[in-house]
């Protein structure tokens, strides 16, 4: 709404925050006096705003956090997936910057308490819970991180050598007080109109957080051998269900708009506020942009981000049945591929149907809206993030709000932890997966049995519903900064190295029709399968290797003859967890043992 993103402008221009000069030792960044700031609810409000402002995932995080997973291609791959190249030399996340924002809040729950004779105690409640649901996820963000982590729940004394050199908790520890703040949040932050629907913390957002949080942690401990999995998951149900039943959410889901209900969701300026339970919003009148269309759509400013065709092959038909039970359904050429398929496929990647603004006029015309390899890597270009504007493709001036929470995740959220539990049956179902896949033009009716597909790519998981659930959240939550956290709750991060495969070549060396116009628009050949004549005008003609000796090191073909882009990456499941930083553990020594497989 414009009155928050107005307030959140004003407060980013003001030194409201208090920052930690102990425990960081450096002199404070803002300041307030505490003595004459929280003397009303206005007080508290601007405070919570500001955390808004700085602790909020930014578009970059919301938009492409997930480039560097098993479902997106990228140019390249970050140092932590390559041999040799993260330790604890070059970790980072450990420095005074990185816990400013929790000593913020702890700053704050300390001293709002000097507000409580000016305000009335259901608003004392409601403030105290927005800043524990801080404090819960920068915790929750540590120990995803790091697994043990020191807790610490006020603000510290700069003589406190005890609490500034104390060592690191255990993660049950330290989660368990994530859960008691998650809990605070979720019963005292209020729900009243005021804080509805205007992009604030209030008590959905805080159910959302918890359902989040404790999926996660109940499948991490599910699938790494630690206790305690069942009680997370309960409450994770127990989140999800108390938002399902009273809130006023549902999915943007309007019917004959089959083909464009999940897009509305992500393209918008305004967040969809009947499925958005919080978002990053953006607005063209406020002079608030972001680059997501152009990260996407430049091959010089992002990383031409494309999905594998591994992932492609996962969205069901229209009528519910598995696009990989097909014999041959990994040589289906792309002009074909989309076709009577879940139409989110074609609201996430550019496909024949798809129709963008080219200067200013709506066109569907392949050569204008559809790049070659220079914007993408796999022919699956994605465009969940895109305007659809060519205006947008090259500077920072999308104003298409971000969601953070919505409402689809919590049904995933339902589902899976139902799943996971052995509780999943015709209701769960009903309630959660149907209507996610029906709101898409796709069958909701129940899998008989388990889609050998799946139960290949997430080797050792044979329960229908579990790899129904993870189908369903791969596709719905595509680039919404959560499959990394899905791989790694899972034990699935090997799944980061998978073969990255793209479109179906019919022929190396012969030119084809690839979105099925009449025109031939490409040409993959090798030096052991050449050119067949001279260059056809609007044909892109791309080198492969294809047998030993070809030497080309950027794109190989694989047994299916699809294409395959080489990107070198490796895991070890010491990676499951980072290293604290060398420098952290000299300056603190308490802080040892370094974690399983990293050296000092």
Not at 554 to 561: A, E, P, Q, R
Request: hydrophobic share 30%; glycine share 6%.
């Amino acid at each position: 709404m414009k009155p928050i993103l107005n307030k959140i402008a004003i407060i980013a221009g003001l030194s409201l925050l208090a920052s930690c000069q102990s425990f960081f030792d450096e002199d404070p960044v803002y300041s307030t006096t505490t003595d004459t700031f929280f003397n009303s609810e206005t007080a508290l409000e601007t405070y919570a705003i500001g955390f808004l402002e700085s602790h909020l995932p930014s578009a970059a995080t919301l938009t492409r956090g997930d480039q560097y997973s098993d479902i997106c291609v990228t140019t390249q791959t970050e140092g932590f997936l390559k041999t040799g190249g993260y330790s604890a030399q070059q970790a980072n996340n450990w420095a005074r910057g990185n816990w400013r924002p929790l000593y913020n809040v702890n700053y704050y729950l300390k001293h709002m308490k000097d507000a409580a004779p000016y305000v009335d105690d259901a608003t004392m409640k409601h403030y105290e819970g927005v800043g524990r649901f801080w404090r819960a996820w920068f915790y929750w963000d540590k120990v995803k991180t790091f697994g043990d982590v020191p807790w610490y729940d006020e603000p510290i004394d700069p003589d406190d050598d005890e609490q500034l050199y104390k060592g690191r908790d255990p993660r049950d520890y330290v989660m368990q007080k994530v859960l008691e703040d998650l809990d605070f949040a979720a019963t005292w932050c209020s729900k009243a109109s005021k804080y509805v629907n205007t992009n604030v913390i209030n008590r959905y957002v805080a159910l959302a957080l918890k359902s989040r949080i404790c999926l996660y942690e109940g499948t991490w401990r599910k699938y790494h051998g630690l206790d305690g999995s069942e009680e997370w998951l309960r409450a994770c149900v127990a989140a999800s269900e108390e938002l399902m039943g009273d809130s006023p959410y549902s999915l943007v889901s309007t019917a004959g708009e089959e083909t464009t209900n999940y897009s509305k969701v992500f393209k918008s300026e305004e967040p969809q506020y009947t499925e958005v339970i919080l978002a990053n919003e953006f607005n063209a009148t406020l002079n608030r942009f972001h680059d997501a269309s152009w990260y996407y759509a430049s091959g010089s400013y992002g990383q031409r981000n494309s999905g594998p065709k591994a992932f492609v092959n996962m969205y069901l038909n229209l009528d519910g049945t598995r696009f990989t039970d097909k014999d041959g359904y990994n040589k289906t050429q792309f002009k074909d591929e989309f076709a009577g398929r879940d139409y989110r496929l074609r609201q996430t990647f550019i496909t024949p149907y798809y129709v963008k603004k080219v200067g200013g006029k709506e066109t569907n015309e392949f050569a204008k809206v559809f790049p070659g390899l220079t914007t993408q890597l796999t022919y699956y270009r994605i465009i969940k993030w895109n305007t659809d504007d060519d205006a947008n493709e090259s500077n920072t001036s999308s104003a298409n709000s971000l969601p953070v929470f919505r409402y689809a995740e919590i049904l995933l959220n339902e589902a899976e932890a139902k799943a996971e539990l052995g509780e999943m049956d015709q209701t769960v179902w009903n309630k959660t997966i149907r209507p996610l896949r029906e709101r898409s033009g796709v069958s909701g009716a129940m899998p008989a049995t388990a889609d050998p597909y799946l139960a290949s790519y997430y080797d050792g998981v044979t329960d229908k519903w579990i790899l129904e659930c993870r189908r369903e959240r791969s596709i719905e939550l595509y680039m919404e900064n959560t499959r990394r956290d899905d791989l790694m709750r899972w034990r699935m991060g090997h799944k980061l190295t998978v073969e990255f495969a793209g479109i179906h070549i019919p022929e190396l060396g012969k030119p084809f029709d690839m979105n099925g116009d009449g025109k031939n628009d490409l040409c993959f050949y090798s030096k052991s399968h050449p050119k067949s004549g001279s260059n056809q005008t609007g044909v892109s003609y791309v080198e492969v290797t294809a047998e030993e000796g070809d030497n080309v090191t950027t794109y190989s073909v694989n047994k299916d003859n699809c294409l395959v882009y080489i990107l070198d990456r490796e895991w070890a499941d010491y990676k499951y967890l980072y290293p604290v930083p060398k420098n952290a553990l000299d300056i603190n020594p308490n802080l040892r043992p370094q974690n399983p497989g990293w050296d000092d």
